[in-house]
């Protein structure tokens, strides 16, 4: 196969926004916090929980606890209220007959491999680099110079791809010099994706096709 595709999980593969906030409402809850609406919350999702918490407004010191709270509450409910985006599994499928696939996400590994099993859709990736992988997220290119040293495919870097929803993973794929293609079915604006690729589309599906006809 002489394609890497990498994918970003939330906003790109999956929708967990009711998921990420009931987690979120239970910490700011059961530590007095202010409550945020869930606008308020997925503005930020894609970043890491340290980071979220920080721009909502907690206290260094608490931000340790707060995640692994976060954390606890998160894998109980994430089955239960997460869902693979339209034209997601027909997008990973095509995918898989002509690249090898790979995740970089700013979740944890352990709850996207969770995730992804649930959904059956596993055993198409080949790695899976996660926020505990690395020293640094998005937008750094640690985390696909990490998958791409996994799937140790020595190709050139315009037929590696890196497909996400955010500034985050498009930035990633600059700093990592590999083509970076926004999709709009998560949480970036459609300009400022296109402000870093020319290449943005309504969905993985309509990318993975593109991909494919290059």
Do not use: W
């Amino acid at each position: 196969m002489e394609n890497i595709i990498l994918f970003d999980m939330d906003g790109t593969l999956i929708d967990s926004t009711n998921a990420i906030y009931q987690s979120f409402s239970k910490v700011f809850k059961d530590n007095d916090m202010p409550l945020l609406n869930k606008d308020e919350v997925a503005r930020f999702i894609g970043h890491t929980l340290d980071d979220m918490f920080r721009f909502f407004g907690a206290k260094e010191e608490d931000i340790e606890k707060y995640c692994n709270e976060y954390k606890s509450h998160y894998i109980k409910i994430c089955n239960k209220h997460t869902n693979l985006l339209p034209y997601v599994l027909d997008s990973i499928k095509l995918a898989n007959t002509f690249a090898i696939l790979g995740i970089v996400t700013t979740k944890s590994s352990k709850s996207s491999r969770e995730l992804l099993a649930n959904f059956g859709i596993d055993k198409y990736f080949h790695t899976i680099v996660g926020r505990e992988d690395v020293s640094h997220t998005k937008p750094h290119k640690e985390p696909i110079i990490k998958a791409l040293d996994t799937i140790n495919l020595k190709i050139s870097n315009d037929r590696i791809y890196m497909i996400g929803d955010t500034i985050l993973d498009l930035n990633a794929a600059k700093n990592a010099e590999v083509v970076g293609i926004g999709v709009l079915s998560g949480y970036g604006e459609k300009q400022e994706l296109a402000n870093l690729s020319p290449y943005i589309f309504q969905n993985t599906l309509q990318a993975v096709k593109f991909i494919q006809n290059l």
